[in-house]
């Protein structure tokens, strides 16, 4: 019998499910090694897609701008990926003292950026920059995007001869990361991000949706506007894409949704939990999202989420949980030191925030996104989180949601055990559903087989 035992606050909980065909665990697919992060990296950029290769790119005298991701800062700047590509650009001509390497996060802070990058590729380089999102001197404006995204980026950046980058192309909640993802979120400044992020409301389901999606279009432009010409995306354990954005990005998508994602039918049931003692609602980010993808239109969703520090919701205002929103996003961003608990106190109320967010009618967070209040990139994710729980009808299990604040959020019902909610999924599909489970540790991300409509 399919069963799950989870590490809750209150005791292990089990999850079980019937042991027949009915039922599929979705699991991460194992993937043998092909070499290490640098070597991959080698075999890259010997062969980009869309552009020469980068020692043909640039020339000696070249500021260059370097960019790295908060998700291969460490393959970079401690696995030697960052010491190969500053020979690569050497063997041009260019020296070591023109290169600035920014880490480029978006709006999510740096912390531990610093030892994770490492004093000594640090100290090769010219310069180390931490992109600040909030500081309006550091950024130059560049112009406007098809899309209408007013676009200001890191001044190191803005004012480079050749821009490149180091990233991870896999399923995001607005689509999927990598190409020019590094460019906006990752070294744009907050009023950037925000005007692109509310675009979550052009997309119906934005979430693990590449090539065509409106919102990753309006990054590919502002990528183009800031001159990304290199871009290097890490796509899963086992394989590296190098190139122009727009040619290597797509290639990078189809690698990750063939290869690394998990091909399934539509189910009528699909059950999911985020891993450990998920402490708030708000970890179901992206699973829920995952859940409505795969499963059909009168499907349900059982959402298996411990949230053990939530609170009931407290009678204040919608107006300061969206001053907090705000608040919090840029405390967060400011304490990201190497050692620094605050960071941590920073992104749990802005998750508690989302969470107060969360039990408003999906009209109301409508009305926040595209009024752009709040922090857009908190509240986007509340807007995606509550129409997925109302495009399904969706239980949920948790030790620390009361009932009341469960129907808030939207939920059909909540439960503190999973038979409970599974009896109640049974009375709404009928006996014996198609299941998907994607439950930890080894839960992977379902691609759809059948076509977008």
């Not at 998700?71 to 600035?100: P, S, Y």
């Amino acid at each position: 019998m399919p069963r799950w035992m989870l590490d809750w606050k209150s005791g292990p909980l089990e999850v079980d499910l019937p042991d027949d065909a009915s039922v599929r665990a979705i699991e991460q697919p194992e993937r043998p090694s092909r070499g290490t992060p640098a070597e991959l990296v080698r075999e890259a950029i010997a062969k980009p897609i869309g552009c020469p290769p980068l020692h043909e790119q640039v020339k000696a005298g070249d500021r260059v701008a370097f960019l790295i991701t908060d998700t291969h800062d460490r393959q970079v700047g401690q696995m030697g990926v960052g010491d190969l590509l500053l020979d690569e650009l050497n063997r041009a001509g260019v020296k070591d003292k023109d290169v600035t390497l920014i880490h480029a996060a978006g709006m999510h802070g740096h912390p531990g950026a610093r030892s994770k990058v490492g004093e000594k590729l640090i100290g090769r380089v010219g310069r180390y920059v931490e992109h600040d999102p909030f500081d309006e001197s550091s950024n130059c404006y560049l112009g406007v995007t098809l899309a209408g995204t007013p676009v200001w980026v890191n001044r190191w950046v803005a004012e480079a001869d050749f821009v490149m980058g180091v990233g991870q192309c896999g399923p995001s909640l607005y689509g999927f990361q990598g190409g020019g993802g590094i460019i906006l979120p990752g070294c744009s400044s907050a009023d950037t991000i925000r005007h692109n992020h509310n675009k979550i409301l052009t997309t119906q389901v934005s979430s693990a949706w590449g090539p065509g999606n409106p919102m990753r279009e309006d990054v590919m432009d502002a990528a183009d506007l800031a001159r990304l010409r290199f871009k290097i995306d890490f796509a899963g354990s086992d394989a590296v894409f190098a190139g122009y954005l727009r040619e290597e990005w797509p290639v990078a998508v189809r690698y990750v949704e063939q290869n690394v994602m998990v091909p399934v039918d539509p189910a009528d049931l699909y059950v999911f939990a985020p891993g450990g003692s998920a402490p708030l609602v708000n970890s179901m980010y992206m699973g829920i999202e995952s859940a409505v993808r795969a499963t059909k239109e009168d499907g349900v969703v059982i959402a298996v989420i411990s949230a053990h520090r939530h609170k009931p919701f407290p009678p204040r205002p919608l107006s300061e949980t969206l001053a907090e929103f705000l608040y919090s996003t840029q405390r967060w961003a400011e304490e990201s030191g190497d050692d620094n608990p605050l960071h941590e106190h920073w992104h749990f109320r802005d998750g508690v925030c989302k969470t107060e967010l969360l039990a408003n009618p999906l009209s109301e967070i409508s009305k926040v996104v595209a009024r752009l209040q709040g922090e857009p990139r908190s509240t986007t994710h509340v807007w995606s989180h509550r129409r997925s729980i109302e495009a399904r009808r969706t239980i949920l299990v948790s030790e620390g949601v009361p009932a009341a604040d469960g129907a808030a959020m939207g939920f059909v019902a909540t439960y503190k055990d999973f038979a409970s909610a599974y009896r109640h999924a049974l009375e709404l599909t009928g006996s014996q559903p198609t299941t998907l489970a994607a439950m930890p540790p080894k839960a992977g991300v379902p691609s759809i087989r059948a076509p977008r409509p």
